[in-house]
């Protein structure tokens, strides 16, 4: 943990810088298609999108961005959450530098060229990719890889955003699959070093800082978990939606390389109804938090942004989901905000969290983060209202997120839900065979083969000293390789089977660390010893540790109330 935990400074400080650089490219890339200029000063889409250029600006952009998949590397496709969960799972955590270099160079086109998207998703996986190629530098295992990949990829964000607990939230909830020191304390140091890098390379305080109002009582909160549920229903729509249209591109008689393009044509179209919905959106979202759109404005922002964001999606270019998803989520609150007491901008705010909860099924994240994104922590009982609703309509209806449902079209399922093993709380005494059957130590050959053949009900017996300890096993294969070879009939089970390496553990032992010993040693079963005499007492078996899970499953699976429990009690109890 300590070692990986250093190792986060230099990963923590390469995700910043990543940031900084991609968000640096797409200024250059929209001042040089938009303006006509060389420069990495940030400029608006909306300001310069006008006539022809608006369809046919896009259009070059993602052909540009089918070439460099095709030639370069076709992992820049999507938004790059899925591909970093993909290479977690399946690739080691093992990212190439072709990746680290196009990602964010396909990506600032795509967003400078009028692509829908935010530049989350994409230094997501940039700053995963440099975590990545950092951890190979050592030897380290896949486990240790995946923590630095993970701790790249929330430093990105944090760069991005300036949302520590709200990257941290990500990395935990999305895409670290476990909560163990090792992997949180280096996530920890990453996001911390890119919090304190951001101020001199990006910026400080919120990114969308609101200033409005927020009342917190049960009027609200049920306001907000009834809001919460129709942000769940869009993100299915959205989630819905989007493999349909992917789907319907998979159907196209062209090669993929130039889907992006095609999506483009639908980008442009929606960008000369309304320019807004071009680039990453980040001014929108701060309109929408400063309550400055009318309903028209906003109901056509979210037709709009909706519509462009999943074709170009769909058609796997480059880009993020978290922009989009702020903007369609924002839309949806502030609409409902019209009518709803208190500022609409507040209304907008939660949107974005149910939303977000819902499609990326991260329910903490959401409300975390839009919180830090604003600077309004006083709303944060609002947002898990927001998230919580929509985050449980949403496992009701669809079985995986808008992030996992890629891979799993691959043939790979993913779960979010995270639990405690069951063998990691059972303990050996638990779960044992006590006081198995034994054979002494003094036995010959020639009976330990006949009472395999005649009495032999297990596949293998302990054999014990005459002071009751372990110091062997006999097993069927034994018995068949001393009838097949040249062992003496009249040899003792002590000279055939003594080791001195028999793995023993004690009744205190987890049931995992003996799960961990049997794959380690190849072994069916292993002996149980008492902790201060040594002896024997008991044999744990693959059969014992299935019937540890299989308890925890009667435990999800059983119900029985109070009433029902106690008619098995004996009268005297029941009184």
Same mark, same amino acid.
Not at 142 to 148: I, M, Q
Not at 283 to 299: E, Y
Not at 428 to 442: C, F, K
């Given at each position: 943990?300590?070692?990986?935990?250093?190792?986060?400074?230099?990963?923590?400080?390469?995700?910043?810088?990543?940031?900084?650089?991609?968000?640096?490219?797409?200024?250059?890339?929209?001042?040089?298609?938009?303006?006509?200029?060389?420069?990495?000063?940030?400029?608006?889409?909306?300001?310069?999108?006008?006539?022809?250029?608006?369809?046919?600006?896009?259009?070059?952009?993602?052909?540009? %961005?089918?070439?460099?998949?095709?030639?370069?590397?076709?992992?820049?496709?999507?938004?790059?959450?899925?591909?970093?969960? &993909?290479?977690?799972?399946?690739?080691?955590?093992?990212?190439?530098? @072709?990746?680290?270099?196009?990602?964010?160079?396909?990506?600032?086109?795509?967003?400078?060229?009028?692509?829908?998207?935010?530049?989350?998703?994409?230094? %997501?996986?940039?700053?995963?990719?440099?975590? !990545?190629?950092?951890?190979?530098?050592?030897?380290?295992? $896949?486990?240790?890889?995946?923590?630095?990949?993970?701790?790249?990829?929330?430093?990105?964000?944090?760069?991005?955003?300036?949302?520590?607990?709200?990257?941290?939230?990500?990395?935990?909830?999305?895409?670290?699959?476990?909560?163990?020191?090792?992997?949180?304390?280096?996530?920890?140091?990453?996001?911390?070093?890119? =919090? $304190?890098?951001?101020?001199?390379?990006?910026?400080?305080?919120?990114?969308?800082?609101?200033?409005?109002? !927020?009342?917190?009582?049960?009027?609200? =909160?049920?306001?907000?978990?009834?809001?919460?549920?129709?942000?769940?229903?869009?993100?299915?729509?959205?989630?819905?939606?989007?493999?349909?249209?992917?789907?319907?591109?998979?159907?196209?008689?062209?090669?993929?390389?130039?889907?992006?393009?095609?999506?483009?044509?639908?980008?442009?179209?929606?960008?000369?109804?309304?320019?807004?919905?071009?680039?990453?959106?980040?001014?929108?979202?701060?309109?929408?938090?400063?309550?400055?759109?009318?309903?028209?404005?906003?109901?056509?922002?979210?037709?709009?942004?909706?519509?462009?964001?999943?074709?170009?999606?769909?058609?796997?270019?480059?880009?993020?989901?978290?922009?989009?998803?702020? /903007?369609?989520?924002?839309?949806?609150?502030?609409?409902?905000?019209?009518?709803?007491?208190?500022?609409?901008?507040?209304?907008?705010? %939660?949107?974005?969290?149910?939303?977000?909860?819902?499609?990326?099924?991260?329910?903490?994240?959401?409300?975390?983060?839009?919180?830090?994104?604003?600077?309004?922590? /006083?709303?944060?009982?609002?947002?898990?209202?927001?998230?919580?609703?929509?985050? $449980?309509?949403? *496992?009701?209806?669809?079985?995986?997120?808008?992030?996992?449902?890629?891979?799993?079209?691959?043939? @790979?399922?993913?779960?979010?839900?995270?639990?405690?093993?069951?063998?990691?709380?059972?303990?050996?005494?638990?779960?044992?065979?006590?006081?198995?059957?034994?054979?002494?130590?003094?036995?010959?050959?020639?009976?330990?083969?006949?009472?395999? &053949?005649?009495?032999? @009900?297990?596949?293998?017996?302990?054999?014990?000293?005459? !002071?009751?300890?372990?110091?062997?096993?006999?097993?069927? !294969?034994?018995?068949?390789?001393?009838?097949?070879?040249?062992?003496?009939?009249?040899?003792?089970?002590?000279?055939?089977?003594?080791?001195?390496?028999?793995?023993?553990?004690?009744?205190?032992?987890?049931?995992?660390?003996?799960?961990?010993?049997?794959?380690?040693?190849?072994?069916?079963?292993?002996? *149980?010893?008492?902790?201060?005499?040594?002896?024997?007492?008991?044999?744990?078996?693959?059969?014992?540790? =299935?019937?540890?899970? $299989?308890?925890?499953?009667? &435990?999800?699976?059983?119900?029985?109330? /109070?009433?029902?429990?106690?008619?098995?009690?004996?009268?005297?109890?029941?009184?």
């Amino acid at each position: 943990m300590i070692w990986l935990g250093l190792l986060a400074l230099v990963a923590g400080t390469g995700g910043t810088a990543s940031a900084w650089f991609l968000l640096r490219l797409i200024a250059l890339v929209i001042n040089f298609a938009w303006f006509g200029r060389v420069s990495a000063e940030p400029a608006l889409i909306v300001n310069a999108a006008s006539g022809p250029s608006t369809i046919m600006v896009p259009i070059i952009g993602s052909l540009l %961005i089918g070439f460099m998949a095709r030639f370069g590397s076709d992992k820049i496709r999507g938004h790059g959450i899925p591909e970093a969960l &993909e290479a977690i799972l399946y690739g080691e955590s093992k990212l190439s530098l @072709r990746v680290a270099v196009l990602k964010p160079l396909s990506s600032a086109i795509s967003i400078g060229s009028g692509g829908p998207f935010g530049a989350e998703g994409p230094i %997501i996986m940039t700053g995963g990719a440099i975590g !990545s190629l950092f951890a190979q530098c050592f030897r380290l295992t $896949a486990v240790e890889r995946k923590t630095l990949l993970v701790a790249g990829a929330a430093a990105g964000m944090t760069g991005i955003f300036g949302t520590p607990a709200a990257a941290i939230l990500l990395a935990v909830e999305v895409m670290l699959f476990e909560w163990k020191p090792r992997s949180f304390i280096p996530v920890v140091v990453a996001v911390l070093t890119a =919090l $304190a890098w951001r101020p001199l390379l990006i910026g400080s305080g919120p990114l969308f800082p609101f200033a409005g109002a !927020s009342t917190i009582n049960a009027t609200f =909160l049920i306001m907000a978990a009834a809001l919460g549920i129709v942000a769940g229903l869009l993100a299915i729509l959205l989630s819905i939606a989007l493999y349909r249209i992917e789907d319907g591109f998979h159907r196209l008689p062209v090669h993929w390389m130039w889907w992006p393009a095609l999506g483009a044509v639908i980008v442009g179209i929606g960008g000369v109804i309304d320019p807004r919905v071009l680039g990453a959106g980040y001014n929108s979202i701060q309109d929408l938090l400063n309550g400055a759109l009318v309903f028209k404005a906003m109901a056509l922002l979210l037709l709009i942004k909706a519509t462009v964001w999943l074709f170009a999606l769909g058609s796997g270019t480059s880009g993020g989901i978290l922009a989009p998803l702020l /903007i369609i989520g924002g839309t949806l609150g502030g609409i409902a905000g019209l009518w709803l007491p208190g500022d609409p901008g507040l209304w907008a705010m %939660i949107g974005m969290a149910g939303v977000m909860s819902a499609a990326m099924r991260a329910p903490l994240t959401a409300a975390i983060f839009v919180v830090e994104l604003t600077g309004s922590y /006083i709303s944060l009982p609002l947002a898990i209202a927001a998230s919580g609703t929509a985050y $449980a309509f949403a *496992v009701l209806i669809l079985k995986r997120s808008i992030l996992t449902e890629k891979i799993s079209r691959r043939g @790979r399922h993913i779960s979010q839900e995270m639990g405690v093993d069951p063998l990691a709380i059972a303990q050996v005494g638990q779960i044992m065979t006590a006081q198995p059957e034994t054979l002494p130590h003094t036995m010959i050959v020639r009976d330990a083969i006949r009472h395999f &053949e005649e009495r032999g @009900r297990h596949r293998s017996y302990p054999v014990i000293d005459s !002071s009751g300890h372990a110091i062997g096993m006999v097993n069927r !294969s034994d018995v068949l390789r001393w009838r097949q070879g040249n062992t003496a009939a009249n040899d003792t089970l002590g000279e055939q089977v003594g080791d001195a390496s028999l793995p023993l553990i004690y009744p205190a032992t987890p049931a995992a660390d003996a799960a961990n010993l049997m794959i380690a040693g190849d072994i069916g079963q292993i002996c *149980v010893i008492d902790p201060e005499s040594r002896r024997l007492i008991g044999i744990v078996t693959r059969r014992n540790l =299935l019937q540890a899970r $299989a308890r925890a499953m009667r &435990e999800e699976r059983d119900r029985a109330g /109070i009433a029902r429990a106690g008619a098995r009690l004996p009268l005297a109890h029941r009184l």
